[in-house]
């Protein structure tokens, strides 16, 4: 059972990254799936959620606009599509799985390993 992520790096300000994630040994089509952001110093944010089939997202005020989640339950793999990124955005991306309940995403129960995203 895991969520693996990848495509973090250095980019200037402005710029786009798209980052990935594929989970393995759970039943993942039926899951929210989101993108938690930890910058240094700061607490921990929820950046992206998505529900199960994809109709639902949630963004923080703080991306909305600019970043993008998917997913594919064939694959199996959810994605962030950052934009306009900014030095704030830098930080630790991690992708994470949550039971939907109710409507909305609940507490995540695995997480990733983190990619690092660096905008500078």
């Known amino acids: 059972v895991q969520l693996v992520e990848s495509g973090g790096g250095s980019v200037q300000n402005g710029g786009s990254l798209t980052l990935s994630c594929v989970a393995s040994?759970?039943?993942?089509?039926?899951?929210?799936m989101g993108w938690i952001r930890q910058a240094p110093g700061k607490e921990r944010e929820g950046v992206a959620r998505m529900s199960p089939g994809g109709s639902w997202t949630y963004y923080a005020d703080s991306v909305k606009g600019r970043f993008i989640i998917s997913r594919d339950n064939y694959k199996q793999m959810a994605y962030l599509s950052m934009n306009s990124l900014k030095p704030e955005d830098t930080g630790v991306y991690y992708c994470a799985a949550g039971d939907w309940e109710g409507g909305s995403c609940a507490a995540a129960f695995l997480w990733g390993q983190g990619t690092q995203v660096t905008v500078s």
């Open positions: 040994g759970f039943s993942y089509s039926t899951d929210c």
